[in-house]
């Protein structure tokens, strides 16, 4: 079992930055990848950026070059900082594990960007 919490949700304007936290309740070892999705109201949650254990990372075209994850693996924490944000940004934001084989999810932290 893993639980996963998220953290630094917010409000911001368009072009501010934010950054998302999200805490696993045991180490990385035997973690397979980890990632954030989000979902805006009235569409289906989508990806937004990955890393497995070897280091890749994948994102979705939309966030590209603007939005960066990152883990420190001494805290059990995984990152996305996102930087140029834009109001179609708006969603809410979850945080995914692929825990040998089995997925699990956050609870969602809320990012609303305004024009």
């Known amino acids: 079992q893993v639980q996963l919490v998220e953290s630094g949700g917010g409000l911001v304007q368009a072009g501010g930055s934010l950054r998302l936290s999200c805490a696993a309740s045991?180490?990385?070892?035997?973690?397979?990848?980890m990632g954030w999705y989000r979902q805006a109201p009235g569409k289906q949650r989508e990806l937004v950026a990955s890393?497995?254990?070897?280091?890749?990372?994948n994102y979705g075209d939309s966030v590209k070059g603007r939005f960066t994850i990152s883990r420190d693996n001494a805290k059990n924490t995984v990152y996305l900082q996102m930087n140029s944000l834009k109001p179609e940004d708006t969603a809410v934001y979850y945080c995914?594990?692929?825990?040998?084989?089995?997925?699990?999810w956050g609870q969602g932290t809320q990012v609303t960007v305004s024009s």
């Open positions: 890393l497995t254990s070897g280091g890749i990372t």
């Open positions: 995914n594990a692929d825990f040998t084989g089995n997925n699990y």
């Open positions: 045991r180490s990385f070892f035997r973690f397979n990848a």
